[in-house]
């Protein structure tokens, strides 16, 4: 027996209720020594990075939820800061190892506030286990929820020999059921797909900032590398004057997509996510479109004729289809968000 749309949409509805409702109970058990409200210690865990996360594990001894997140502040920020150290003892490398060390911790400091502030207990992989690890033993341990499930779990742990039920009752058992399978699924989707989205926003993120760095400031750095007779390698530029023309429609995009995903991590629905996936994706063929009007590359400085000719073409076939990808991509996304609207 399968169910219909109106019976999935109300035990959707019923599901987030009760998922929320033990979000905030989590949240809020044990009360706090603080005195402030634990999503607004939550995200003062994070404000001084792993300074604060002591501060508030010694001060804070009732709420769990805070002191989850004051120990996921010590075991990442203090990780972080320890691998920046030892990174930034390596010769030339190290400057890049350091940049990426502070630019991906301030993105972890940025999610990870505003995920304390929404009341998520949202773990970072690997240092959101370990700090879950050193909590006591009976932390996130689940109970039956509703006197059904707690009629199931009593009916299973007894293992009595009850008579079968009659079919109608066999039927309004098998709807439960279902019921409680499609509960399952969406609280896997509010667990699982909404984490998951957040670690692709911030990885888009923290690429955003390495193009954002490395095209403002290492673009000498694209260049056609010779090996001269003697071994020594030669550094070529490709870029010309006309690049600093194109550079600041880059900045400007990225910086729009950077400020776009942050705004996606503290308020993610479909509609805003669809809507910024579209205007991204019309910017991104734009900036390309315009790249290949300005086209700012002198392949005239390759030693070999034959790779000169050849490497203006394909780098002109590559943007092209970049742009008609990022196009194609933001024209469907419009359409099914029209259909969806529709509908």
């Not at 579209?278 to 002198?298: C, E, S």
């Amino acid at each position: 027996m399968s169910l219909s749309p109106e019976e999935k949409r109300r035990i959707y509805e019923e599901e987030k209720a009760r998922i929320e409702a033990e979000q905030k109970q989590r949240m809020t058990a044990g009360g706090s020594s603080t005195g402030l409200e634990p999503n607004v210690a939550g995200l003062l865990c994070y404000s001084g990075g792993w300074i604060s996360g002591i501060v508030f594990l010694v001060i804070e001894q009732k709420n769990k939820f805070v002191r989850f997140h004051a120990l996921q502040s010590i075991v990442t920020f203090a990780a972080l800061t320890v691998a920046g150290a030892l990174l930034g003892w390596i010769p030339y490398a190290g400057v890049v190892f350091g940049t990426v060390i502070v630019i991906l911790a301030f993105i972890l400091w940025v999610v990870l506030m505003v995920k304390a502030y929404q009341g998520e207990l949202y773990k970072v992989p690997v240092a959101g286990q370990v700090a879950a690890g050193l909590m006591p033993a009976n932390w996130g341990a689940e109970k039956p929820v509703t006197g059904e499930e707690q009629k199931t779990a009593e009916a299973t742990s007894t293992g009595g020999d009850e008579r079968p039920p009659e079919p109608k009752a066999a039927q309004a058992q098998n709807v439960a059921e279902k019921a409680r399978e499609f509960g399952r699924r969406t609280e896997d989707y509010f667990a699982r797909t909404r984490a998951g989205r957040v670690a692709g926003y911030s990885v888009t993120i923290f690429f955003n900032v390495v193009f954002l760095i490395f095209f403002s400031f290492f673009h000498r750095y694209i260049a056609w590398y010779h090996t001269e007779p003697d071994g020594a390698i030669t550094r070529l530029p490709l870029l010309t004057s006309d690049y600093f023309t194109w550079l600041p429609i880059l900045v400007t995009a990225l910086a729009i997509s950077i400020a776009a995903h942050i705004v996606l991590i503290a308020y993610d629905r479909y509609w805003l996510r669809e809507v910024t996936h579209i205007i991204l994706g019309a910017i991104g063929a734009t900036v390309v479109a315009k790249l290949i009007a300005i086209f700012p590359f002198d392949f005239s400085v390759i030693p070999n004729p034959s790779a000169a000719d050849m490497v203006p073409v394909a780098v002109t076939i590559v943007l092209v289809i970049i742009a008609v990808g990022l196009g194609i991509g933001a024209l469907v996304r419009l359409i099914k968000l029209l259909v969806g609207v529709a509908q």
